[in-house]
């Protein structure tokens, strides 16, 4: 339901009580315009991008439980469109607003390693898949392909999970490598429960990859597990 029928046709949109809706907005830009992105809160980003959205209404409660709802603007910007929609006070303009925000930021991020050598790159890598998958909801597995410079010349979503897993099918990571003539690849899943560290399935799985990859000359540089507490790499921990 959209925000202009969910508040009916014949009552205009009102502020909370006491809230100066314009001047408050006005005191957040003035803030955002001198001091930066750091100087809103989480909540206070929501908040003024909800009311870009929503122009004439008090949009901070909104914001304060959607960062409750969400555990952060991580998880606030990365919930999909279903999720959001099941908000009371949301409409389609607010979430697609949420949308584009949450696209601008990952389109963004992922600039920084598309152009150039992911290996010379790993912190804006990790800041890119962060920002991508730690907060999904189900395991989803990735493969980065790589060239012989080491760029990136396939991001491979190679499946979705349920909550706790997900499965990675050998001879497909194998096939795809050979088919789009990479040079090397760096595995990635993510974890909704949060902790990045690796199973006994992943460390199993991704030694089976590295198996199969070494004879056709395919390195493996990495498995990287994403959680919202952090990442894990299996190459760091020795366990490829």
């Known amino acids: 339901m959209s925000e202009g029928r969910s508040r009916g046709k014949s009552q205009p949109a009102r502020q909370s009580p006491g809230h100066d809706g314009a001047g408050h907005r006005a005191r957040l830009r003035q803030r955002l315009a001198t001091g930066g992105p750091d100087a809103l809160l989480d909540h206070e980003l929501i908040e003024y991008l909800l009311a870009l959205a929503i122009p004439r209404r008090d949009t901070k409660p909104l914001a304060k439980a959607l960062i409750a709802r969400f555990g952060g603007i991580g998880g606030v910007l990365s919930a999909d469109w279903q999720a959001l929609s099941g908000v009371p006070g949301l409409g389609e303009t607010s979430i697609a607003a949420i949308k584009v925000a949450q696209a601008s930021a990952l389109r963004l991020l992922k600039s920084a390693v598309t152009d150039r050598p992911v290996l010379s790159s790993w912190q804006a890598l990790l800041d890119y898949l962060r920002a991508d998958m730690a907060f999904l909801p189900v395991e989803r597995v990735r493969v980065l392909h790589l060239n012989s410079r080491n760029m990136l010349i396939r991001d491979d979503h190679m499946g979705d999970g349920t909550i706790d897993q997900t499965a990675i099918y050998v001879r ?37 990859i590295v198996e199969a990859t070494r004879p ?25």
């Open 216 to 240: 056709l000359g395919i390195a493996v540089h990495d498995h990287l597990i994403i959680g919202s507490e952090g990442h894990s790499s299996m190459r760091a921990q020795g366990l490829i």
């Open 172 to 208: 497909e990571v194998v096939k795809r490598a050979v088919e789009i003539g990479s040079s090397s690849l760096i595995l990635v899943h993510n974890h909704p429960s949060g902790a990045p560290e690796p199973s006994r399935q992943d460390i199993a799985i991704t030694r089976e």
